[in-house]
């Protein structure tokens, strides 16, 4: 071989894992496929058998989003599904509201808490932010890595460890590992601007819903059934 | 019987709405007003051993005069049931605590309720079809307390207000309390939402 073709050669060798990869991100990048808009009214009662046992995973972040991610969760027969809550490490309060969740709820399939170091305080200065979300990544991605069940639906409502939870499981699902869901639901105090969690998730959520109007005008892939919670 | 219930929010103390309703000319009006029963949940901000809010209600409630002026007398404070202490005179009664987990109870009890622009203490007394005046805390770090307040009273859900409507006497506040109690303020029923909405979503995304 002349030393041209060996370097068309390295050249297309190293491109084409690239292009690979570019088209598996294209494959799952939930911009590119179109949701059911028109929503009918479906029960989780009647799942599919198939699919009942499936696993959801609901993350509570701390005052009002749990608060908020309670009052949606509530309205819910999550019953025929198997629930994983991940919640930040000191927030005891948000455990507390899931346990009453599932006394008060006669469920068959298993519970799992997963516990994670917490990611952005809110006001934390950005270089301390980068750190402490840099940590939380690492530790989240490994507890996600040893879930025996993946998630099938992820439910977030955007407090700071939203976004570490949501990026990993979009990895795992670019390397085949889960077919992880994302459903996000901006919190309610949003009217007009997205969280800075909503807009780093955007992307990568399979549903965005918000709450408000002034956010479904300004964004495309948002949708908007007015108040959930 | 008339019931008021105030609810301030249970991670930050709201002070100026304290100062602006443990107040004697306040109670005064209120007593005016008829209403015979205040419920008052003033905050659950703990700091160390401190109880940031419950230091600062106390106080507060003490340099108000209120207890002597109308003439209250405690009658009842009980650490197990969430710290309530109850004030009772003859024509009035105060009762105060710091949070309490089961705040649709108190909810249910009220005519009015008066709250800090949470959206969940908003939703909780909208869901229980209560009349609603909604105080926005302008301290709050990333502030978004005014937009939620003004977005739920442009659907005429509920009425809302800056600690500067509650100023001066002949207040828009004190005013617009009146007429709700005496129905000539008619405010819209909040929708129900019994998670069907969310329920689909998910089946969707699990079947598709």
Known sequence: MDFESLICVTIGLILFPILLLLLRLIWILPGLRSSPLATKELKLTDLPNDIVGSNIMILLGSGGHTGEMMRIVSKLNLSKLSRTWVYSSGDSTSILKARRYEEENNNNFPTKYLCIPRARKVGEPILSSIISTLNSFIVSGLSLLTLRQKPSVLLLNGPGTSVPIAYILFALKFLGLCNTKIIYIESLARVNKLSLSGLLLLPICDRFIVQWQPLFYKYKRAECYGILI | ?208
Do not use: W
Request: charged share 25%; hydrophobic share 40%; proline share 1%.
């Open chain 2, 1 to 208: 019987m008339i019931s008021v219930l105030v609810t301030t929010g249970a991670t930050v103390t709201f002070e100026s709405l304290i100062l602006k309703l443990i107040n004697a000319d306040l109670i005064e009006q209120l007593i005016a007003l008829n209403v015979d029963k205040l419920y008052f949940q003033y905050g659950n901000e703990i700091k160390g051993s401190q109880h940031i809010s419950r230091n600062f209600f106390v106080n507060h409630l003490s340099k108000s005069g209120i207890v002597e002026k109308f003439n209250l007398e405690m009658i009842g404070s009980s650490k197990q049931t969430g710290d309530v202490e109850h004030y009772k005179s003859d024509i009035f009664e105060l009762i105060t605590f710091p949070y309490s987990p089961h705040i649709d109870d108190y909810i249910d009890k009220a005519s009015v309720v008066i709250t800090h622009a949470g959206t969940g203490s908003i939703v909780d007394a909208l869901t229980l079809r209560k009349k609603l005046m909604v105080v926005v805390n302008d301290q709050l770090m990333d502030n978004h307390q005014l937009e939620i307040a003004q977005e739920f009273s442009k659907s005429n859900y509920c009425l809302a207000y800056e600690i500067k409507d509650m100023e001066g006497d002949n207040n828009r506040f004190v005013s617009d309390l009146e007429k709700l109690l005496k129905d000539e303020i008619r405010l819209k029923k909040f929708p129900n939402n019994d998670g069907t909405i969310i329920e689909s979503i998910i089946y969707n995304e699990l079947t598709s």
